[in-house]
Nanobody, 123 residues
Framework: EVQLVESGGGSVQTGGSLRLSCAAS????????IGWFRQAPGQEREAVSC????????YYADSAKGRFAISVDNARNTVHLQMNSLKPEDTAVYFC????????????????WGQGTQVTVSS
């Protein structure tokens, strides 16, 4: 199993940037898929970006393509989500999660979750 600790959330204006970090302990990411999810008030949790470090494969939600980038720092066992050109509709609590096995964009498939970090984008 892995333990996940998130950081990097905050409040920005429209068009600003944030870099979220998810530090893992207990295991490396070699055998896991890592996903970033978000949940806005009154909405279901949805996948934003996912990666499998073993082969470098990535997934981006349509809303994130061209603006967000997921990356892995193997030396620090940390996954980052660089978010640029932020919009008010990006406002949500963002979670990182780990899944042992094949990558998935379904929250129910993930076994381990971080505590969540609030991202607020004002117009």
């Amino acid at each position: 199993e892995v333990q996940l600790v998130e950081s990097g959330g905050g409040s920005v204006q429209t068009g600003g940037s944030l870099r979220l970090s998810c530090a893992a302990s207990g295991s490396t990411f070699d055998d896991y898929a890592i996903g970033w999810f978000r949940q806005a008030p009154g909405q279901e949790r949805e996948a934003v970006s996912c990666t499998r470090n073993s082969d470098g494969s990535t997934y981006y939600a349509d809303s994130a393509k061209g603006r967000f980038a997921i990356s892995v720092d193997n030396a620090r066992n940390t996954v980052h989500l660089q978010m640029n050109s932020l919009k008010p509709e990006d406002t949500a609590v963002y979670f990182c999660a780990a899944l042992r096995g094949e990558p998935s964009s379904i929250p129910y498939d993930y076994d381990y979750w971080g505590q969540g970090t609030q991202v607020t984008v004002s117009s």
